[in-house]
């Protein structure tokens, strides 16, 4: 039976995990949310994770949510030993390590930059965005060694900081300073197959949800 995924097109952490799915050619059932509704609210939902975030997936009666545990899950239960998501301890810890720098780091000082005036109705402070771009340029300077994320080898880490990079570039930061991170993202676009089909209305979607915050 396919696996269901609970998603949003315009959320990053769902789009690493259609990523995934494309990747593994898991069979899935898409179930679009729509958030600004109160879709992710329903008791029916919250039945099925209670965070009522997205992505959550329901396996054949195992239900997942963290974009990140579902990404190790998936290849875990479906393509044991891929190089995604190795199984050798210490490789396996680099991309953990990438996956953990991805969520507490990365993310988490974009959102503290591009969110605010979406959610609190502050504006978007320019110390924030410099946090950023720290952490971006720490990224970067890894990229000048490494292929990919974790080292010589595509890992479900590149999926998700690709969904984070592109999120944040539909956010309106300026990613042109960031030369390795440029030439890794190229190469994925090229080297992933389902890039074209899933990323650019991503972007697309994002573009439209943050234009009335962009500075100008
Ligand atoms: N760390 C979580 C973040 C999930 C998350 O916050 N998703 C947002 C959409 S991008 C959401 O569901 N927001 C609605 C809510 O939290 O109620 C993951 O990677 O899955």
Redesign the pocket.
């Given at each position: 039976m396919p696996i269901d995924l609970y998603e949003?097109l315009g959320?990053?952490?769902?789009l690493s995990v259609k990523m995934l799915l494309n990747h593994l050619k898991i069979p899935a059932n898409l179930h679009h949310l729509n958030?600004p509704a109160g879709d992710?609210?329903k008791p029916e939902y919250l039945k099925l994770n209670p965070?009522?975030?997205?992505?959550t997936i329901n396996d054949n009666g195992f239900a997942l949510?963290?974009?990140?545990t579902?990404l190790r899950y998936l290849v875990n239960q479906y393509a044991p030993g891929n190089d995604l998501y190795p199984n050798d301890p210490k490789k396996r810890a680099i991309v953990d390590r990438m996956l953990d720098f991805d969520?507490g780091t990365l993310?988490s000082a974009a959102a503290q930059w591009m969110y605010p005036p979406i959610f609190k109705k502050t504006p978007r402070e320019p110390e924030k965005e410099k946090v950023l771009s720290d952490k971006l340029q720490l990224f970067d300077q890894l990229l000048a060694t490494n292929r990919y994320a974790a080292g010589e080898h595509l890992t479900i880490a590149d999926l998700s900081l690709l969904a984070s990079v592109n999120t944040f570039y539909a956010a309106g930061h300026n990613m042109d300073q960031y030369q390795n991170i440029k030439s890794w993202w190229n190469r994925l676009e090229h080297e992933l197959p389902y890039y074209k089909e899933l990323v650019p209305p991503h972007v697309d979607a994002l573009n439209a949800w943050f234009a009335p915050y962009k500075q100008k």
């Open positions: 949003m959320s990053a952490p769902c958030l992710h609210l965070m009522h975030t997205i992505p949510w963290e974009s990140r579902i969520l993310y």
